[in-house]
């Protein structure tokens, strides 16, 4: 069974830091580029970050460009995200995503979603 399970979510105060982990299994982990969404409420599904399949690019959206960094691991099936100065405005469900183009073929697979509150 494919499976992405997040975890690392939770409250920190404003100007705090927390690293979201997500573990793969079920496919094969190293061929597919990884990315980290986000969706507040009421508002569009957002991607935050993207990694290449082999780590060698990287894509951050504006908001938290410079305050956050992805990473991941091919051996241990693991992509990361290291988030530092947060701000309220963060708060969202974070989705872990992967993500392969073999035209004409497109492959998508989601985790559950983990929480993060940005608060005092």
């Known amino acids: 069974q494919v499976q992405l399970v997040e975890s690392g979510g939770g409250l920190v105060q404003p100007g705090g830091s927390l690293r979201l982990s997500c573990v793969a299994s079920g496919f094969t982990f190293s061929i597919f580029a990884m990315s980290w969404y986000r969706q507040a409420p009421g508002k569009e599904r957002e991607l935050v970050a993207r990694i290449a399949s082999a780590g060698g690019s990287t894509n951050y959206a504006d908001s938290v460009k410079g305050r956050f960094t992805i990473s991941r691991d091919n051996a241990k099936n693991t992509v990361a995200l290291q988030m530092n100065s947060l701000k309220p405005e963060d708060t969202a469900v974070y989705y872990c995503?992967?993500?392969?183009?073999?035209?004409?073929?497109?492959?998508?697979?989601w985790g559950q979603g983990t929480q993060v509150t940005v608060s005092s």
């Open positions: 995503n992967a993500h392969r183009d073999t035209f004409p073929l497109t492959t998508d697979y």
